[in-house]
């Protein structure tokens, strides 16, 4: 059972080492299609052993991947992006899933680090080297579509999932973002793809979150509701066997997800409250409502529903216990309850899982001295100081300095 790895690039000198190093122990054979570097992306991907092929960019990354596909020689296929690396604690589950023969598709969680909603995503990425597999959409290209349509002629094919995260991604990051200017590039490809497809669930989705992302709010609005209303009125026989209902639902949670954000930046928390709510109730895989849960838990917590905060950050903690915004979230609607012994773990927590987190820190720093252990206190109060200066939040060190010198605490 052989794998190929299948990417396309431009201009990755920087993390497309990592990328391929993450899987040159358990792909076959690298087919990196590169679309018109300036930098060493080519020599590096020659260096790892890769095939490198050549393509003339078009503003579609459907056209790109499915150039890139015809290279591949392999079983199986595994797509990354050069801001990707495979885990390699899942290797052992993928090899076993590809053993399997009714899978002809293998969902993927995806762990967004540094993002700043939506600490998780499910992408289609590891699919057998089937003729009739294809990308489609210009921007998130997918093969979903295609397997779609292949599991009506074949029925004996099947979709898997994986447990546990399979890919790392940095490309949300916001230095990255504007580092490569993903905005732009996504922004001129989805409006082509939407152009020709105004009612497209999946494209209302995708582009109006990127509006609410920039700032363009009842642009990003007026997309997702035309989405929503396309997306819960599609029961149809023509939406079922194009999409298959697992699809239908994880669109549709997006869509509530990123309506409630966009409510919640409007200033208007019932709808927000209402979209988030309904998005936790769709049936997907529990992982992928982190992000809706922490933004309840943000907006009760706002509203004074402290209760009902702690609630939904002890939710997103079940579903993943290594959240360590949710343990500082937490850690804040505690100390709000005067719960200030249990606030101190959550924070505590928090920067066992993240030591670069600043705002941890300074609110133990907060809670520490509340109780009365000033040393404990000083410690964390310095030591957010520090990481505010190293993360370039200058304002913020010198007022936290300036608060600790008025009263007392330093010289």
């Not at 990127?210 to 009842?218: C, I, P």
């Not at 929503?228 to 869509?255: F, H």
Request: negative net charge; aromatic residues 10%.
């Amino acid at each position: 059972m052989s794998i190929s790895l299948c990417m396309i690039v431009k201009n990755e000198e920087t993390t497309l080492p990592k990328c391929l190093n993450s899987v040159k122990d358990f792909v076959d054979e690298m087919v990196v299609l590169d679309t018109g570097s300036s930098d060493r992306t080519p020599e590096i991907a020659q260096q790892f052993g890769a095939e490198v092929h050549h393509f003339q960019w078009t503003n579609n990354f459907s056209t790109a991947r499915n150039a890139a596909l015809k290279y591949v020689t392999g079983d199986w296929v595994l797509v990354l992006d050069a801001d990707e690396i495979l885990n390699p604690s899942i290797v052992p589950q993928l090899q076993d899933a590809m053993q399997s023969d009714e899978y002809i598709l293998i969902n993927l969680i995806r762990q967004e680090i540094g993002a700043v909603q939506s600490p998780y995503s499910l992408v289609s990425r590891l699919f057998r080297n089937h003729p009739e597999i294809r990308f489609e959409r210009p921007y998130h290209a997918l093969v979903d579509d295609s397997v779609a349509t292949i599991i009506q002629k074949e029925p004996h094919w099947q979709v898997g999932y994986l447990q546990g995260v399979a890919i790392l991604h940095t490309g949300y990051q916001k230095r990255a973002i504007a580092q490569n200017n993903k905005y732009i590039k996504a922004q001129a490809a989805m409006l082509e793809f939407l152009a020709t497809h105004p009612n497209d669930p999946y494209v209302c989705s995708k582009l109006g979150a990127l509006y609410v992302e920039t700032g363009k709010l009842s642009q990003g609005v007026e997309l997702l509701l035309r989405g929503l209303k396309q997306a819960s009125g599609r029961s149809s026989q023509d939406w079922v066997t194009a999409n298959q209902s697992a699809e239908n639902y994880e669109i549709l949670y997006e869509l509530h997800y990123h309506l409630g954000i966009a409510y919640n930046h409007l200033k208007q928390p019932q709808p927000a409250l209402e979209h988030y709510q309904a998005a936790i109730k769709l049936p997907i895989y529990p992982m992928l409502k982190l992000g809706a849960y922490n933004n309840l838990g943000n907006l009760l917590k706002d509203a004074g529903d402290l209760n009902n905060a702690k609630k939904a950050y002890e939710t997103a903690l079940k579903i993943d216990p290594d959240f360590a915004t949710g343990y500082y979230n937490l850690g804040m609607t505690l100390k709000a309850l005067n719960l200030f012994t249990d606030a101190i773990a959550c924070y505590q927590k928090a920067i066992k899982l993240n030591p670069y987190y600043a705002e941890a820190y300074q609110n133990l720093g907060v809670v520490q001295l509340k109780v009365g252990n000033l040393q404990a206190s000083l410690t964390a109060f310095k030591n957010a100081i520090l990481l505010h200066e190293q993360q370039q939040n200058i304002a913020e060190a010198k007022r936290l300095h300036q608060g600790l010198y008025e009263m007392g605490l330093i010289k």
